[in-house]
């Protein structure tokens, strides 16, 4: 690695904190600058604006959230098992978050919805992205006989997603992980409820 993407990467990494807890419309420049140590010229060589610089630390904590997505799930055999680790990922978040500051999906989600068109975008294009996934597995783990037919993995993905991100966002509100023991107790529940 060059020392110019080095630079890029370190860049990146400490951008993507800031954006992810600050706010990728609230941390200014200024904030990325001292952040980082650079000057405003050595933001800008590697990003021609503050808008690419915000997709594309997006994009670096979202790659870490596929690095640990991709790292339970290898670890397991079945398709229901992929499926627990994907929550077991979720369930750590609130203690140990991918980047600072909580589930980069969730805040660029609620950020974005308004405000930020392209952020928006990309937020769709990665829980599209997860869901897809999820509807996989569960038909995966249908022919494997883990989960019923007669469960609809459009519905199983979304309730899902939606369950784990609440679970993040109330977890993180209250800085305690009692709403996210609860949702993967609850999940658990659901999940052997689900079993033919």
């Known amino acids: 690695m060059s020392k110019g993407e ?50 594309a630390a997006f994009e670096h904590s979202i790659g870490k959230m596929r690095q640990r997505f991709a790292e339970a799930t290898s670890r397991e055999s079945t398709p229901l098992g992929k499926i627990r680790a ?21 805040n660029a989600s609620v950020e974005a919805d308004d405000g930020d068109p392209e952020l928006r975008a990309a937020a769709i294009r990665v829980l599209d992205d997860l869901k897809g996934t999820l509807r996989r597995l569960v038909r995966a783990a249908q022919k494997a006989s883990q989960l019923e037919a007669s469960v609809n993995p459009d519905v199983f993905a979304n309730v899902l997603v939606a ?22 107790s609850h999940l658990e529940r659901w999940l052997s409820d689900m079993a033919p």
């Open 163 to 184: 369950q784990l991100e609440g679970a993040v966002m109330l977890s993180t509100l209250y800085r305690n992980d009692t709403p996210m023991r609860h949702t993967r």
């Open 86 to 106: 994907i929550i077991s990922v979720y369930g750590s978040i609130p203690s140990d978050p991918p980047v600072p500051g909580g589930c980069p999906i969730l």
């Open 6 to 55: 080095r630079t890029r990467e370190q860049l990146l990494e400490q951008a993507a904190a800031l954006f992810n807890r600050r706010g990728y419309e609230a941390a200014s420049i200024s904030e990325v600058m001292a952040a980082t140590g650079l000057q405003k010229g050595g933001v800008y060589r590697h990003f021609e604006s503050k808008q690419a610089l915000v997709l």
